[in-house]
């Protein structure tokens, strides 16, 4: 396990592939229009050749594109992800935490 917060439960150990495919998106900051390998490589420290396997599934999942001249982009099934969220999400709950 590892370590937590102080307050929250303990995190558990997961699966190493899908956290750094989660670190990939995660790269993407408000106004990116695409990103090219060397800036992922960069913003996440993942090595070259991971990101190109990543891609790869992230691609096949729709949650991830590259253009004809190699920029990545996120595609359609996160913006959907995101959308839902906005929708599900309860702000009167966070609101009445703080």
């Known amino acids: 396990m590892t370590k937590s917060t102080e307050g929250s439960k303990p995190i558990k150990s997961g699966v190493e592939s899908v956290e750094r495919a989660l670190r990939l998106l995660e790269a993407f900051n408000m106004g990116d229009?695409?990103?090219?390998?060397?800036?992922?490589?960069?913003?996440?420290g993942l090595d070259k050749?991971?990101?190109l396997r990543l891609s790869v599934s992230l691609e096949k999942f729709g949650y991830l594109t590259r253009d004809y001249e190699g920029i990545f982009?996120?595609?359609?099934?996160?913006?959907?992800?995101?959308?839902?969220?906005?929708?599900?999400?309860?702000w009167e709950i966070l609101f009445d935490q703080l």
């Open 73 to 90: 982009i996120l595609d359609h099934h996160f913006g959907v992800l995101v959308q839902f969220t906005e929708i599900t999400f309860n």
């Open 49 to 51: 050749a991971t990101i």
């Open 33 to 44: 229009n695409g990103l090219a390998l060397k800036q992922l490589a960069q913003r996440t």
